[in-house]
């Protein structure tokens, strides 16, 4: 079977300081891949998606990156972190085109 | 403009109620989904809709997809604290989905 896995699960971070977010699968090959972000419980932005190793694309312009050196790995990254920045960051995975699996999510304080 | 429209944005009831929540837009789809998240958790896929007119149910939760495909609803039948958390629907766009802002429900017991 399928599985996500997200971590941290938690992570408090000044303004300024780098991020780096970790997203794996394991069970499928060749998924597409999601980051998300949920703020105050409400809708999923969606921030990145890459449908291969290397094949990223951008849906908000911000300071944040993504980058997926292996086909099960998803990584979103920040040189400089912002208040903004702070949420629910979600990863997802899929195979079929409209049905999405999330991983547990991380949980963000940018302070 | 939201490509979906969910409401309510907040519904609040007791425990044993019926409800029903809505996704709605003006734009046909070839399937939509619903999901459920609960707080501090990633959402759950609860269901695909494909047809037009398509009723699904899971336990005590109904869904139905619009004939026109342009809009959802789902039922709930005696509503239990289990319940409770965030519904979102969504919509495939390319390569990627589009979900609703979501209702967040609270059942009260």
């Known amino acids: 079977s399928q599985t996500i896995h997200q971590w941290p699960a938690t992570l408090v971070q000044p303004v300024g300081s780098p991020l780096s977010l970790e997203c794996t699968v394991e069970g499928t090959s060749n998924p597409n891949l999601y980051w998300y972000r949920q703020a105050a419980g409400r809708g999923l932005q969606l921030l990145f998606y890459?449908?291969?190793?290397?094949?990223i694309s951008s849906e908000v312009p911000q300071n944040l990156s993504a980058s997926r050196p292996q086909d099960r790995q998803f990584i979103l990254s920040s040189k400089k972190l912002l208040l903004s920045d702070s949420g629910f960051y979600l990863c997802?995975?899929?195979?079929?085109?409209?049905?999405?699996?999330f991983g547990p999510g991380t949980r963000l304080t940018v302070t | 403009t939201q490509l979906l429209e969910q409401s309510p944005q907040f519904l609040s009831i007791q425990e044993g109620e019926n409800l029903t929540v809505y996704c709605n837009s003006s734009?046909?789809?070839?399937?939509l989904q619903w999901y459920r998240q609960e707080p501090g958790e990633g959402p759950v896929l609860l269901v695909t809709v494909v047809t037009g007119g398509e009723v699904k149910k899971l336990k005590r939760l109904t869904f139905q997809f619009g004939d026109a495909r342009k809009d959802s609803s789902l039922h709930i039948t005696a509503a239990q604290p289990g319940d409770t958390g965030l519904y979102l629907c969504?919509?495939?766009?390319?390569?990627?989905?589009?979900f609703g802002q979501g209702t967040r429900l609270t059942i009260n017991p």
């Open positions: 734009s046909v789809f070839s399937s």
């Open positions: 997802a995975w899929s195979v079929k085109p409209y049905e999405q699996y």
């Open positions: 969504a919509v495939q766009g390319a390569q990627k989905l589009v």
């Open positions: 890459s449908i291969g190793i290397d094949q």
